[in-house]
């Protein structure tokens, strides 16, 4: 089904390890995004990027970098993950320009545990 | 400025009640206000959206209140169902350029039998 898929599901890693965080979409979208969600906080962006080749910060990027590979992929590096990572990863996707649909796809997300 | 305030944080309804959940929000910037439902394990999915040239949306049980002047939205769940236990997040955004989602904090919703 079309739609935005996130590998893994669950990592658990040990503090100073890094790893990638893999998403990707096959609606064509334009614009992509990382959140976290955290019990309490709600969703709060990381990075996004509008187009392939671009990418901008958002409200937490600290910690944090990404790659937006080509129009499909958006991947989110952790370089040395802290405790305070520990979370669950939300990657979106939405087609720019679409005046009728300014609603996000979500990923199922990743349960990322530092110890 | 960039804040959405949601309340209440947990709400248990009775089968059939009405639920009902509401947010605010500072920027007079924003002009989209979706609702987002998550199931435990599952990512988001948007429910229904308003903007706020109307004052109220539905979509079968559901329905947006929207309130301009008072800078507050709200969504009401009318015959709640056991189905419709689940994490409501509301957001705001701009429209113009590429916008992104303020979130709310969340609302855990249960309906008892």
């Known amino acids: 089904n079309a739609g935005v898929t996130q590998t893994p599901k669950f990592q658990v890693l040990k503090t100073g390890q890094s790893m990638t965080l893999q998403c990707a979409q096959d609606m064509n979208h334009n614009s992509m995004y990382w959140y976290r969600q955290d019990p309490g906080m709600g969703l709060r962006l990381i990075y996004y990027s509008a187009s392939e080749g671009t990418t901008d910060k958002g409200e937490v990027p600290n910690g944090y970098n990404v790659s937006r590979l080509n129009k499909r992929e958006f991947s989110l590096r952790l370089e040395s993950a802290a405790p305070s990572q520990t979370s669950v990863y939300f990657c979106?996707?939405?087609?720019?320009?679409?005046?009728?649909?300014?609603?996000?796809?979500f990923g199922s997300g990743t349960r990322l545990t530092v110890v | 400025q960039q804040q959405v305030k949601q309340s209440p944080q947990s709400l248990i309804v009775q089968k059939g009640g009405i639920s009902i959940i509401n947010c605010a929000y500072e920027?007079?910037?924003?002009?989209?206000f979706p609702w987002y439902q998550q199931f435990p394990g599952k990512g988001p999915a948007l429910l229904i959206a308003i903007r706020p040239d109307v004052s109220e949306k539905k979509e079968g049980r559901f329905t947006i209140s929207f309130n301009k002047s008072a800078k507050q939205f709200s969504l009401h769940i009318m015959d709640s169902q056991p189905g419709d236990s689940a994490t409501y997040f509301c957001?705001?955004?701009?429209?113009?350029?590429?916008?992104?989602?303020?979130f709310g904090t969340g609302t855990r919703l249960k309906v008892l039998a």
């Open positions: 920027n007079t910037a924003f002009d989209y």
């Open positions: 979106a996707s939405r087609r720019e320009g679409d005046i009728s649909n300014y609603g996000y796809t």
């Open positions: 957001a705001a955004s701009r429209t113009s350029g590429t916008y992104k989602y303020i």
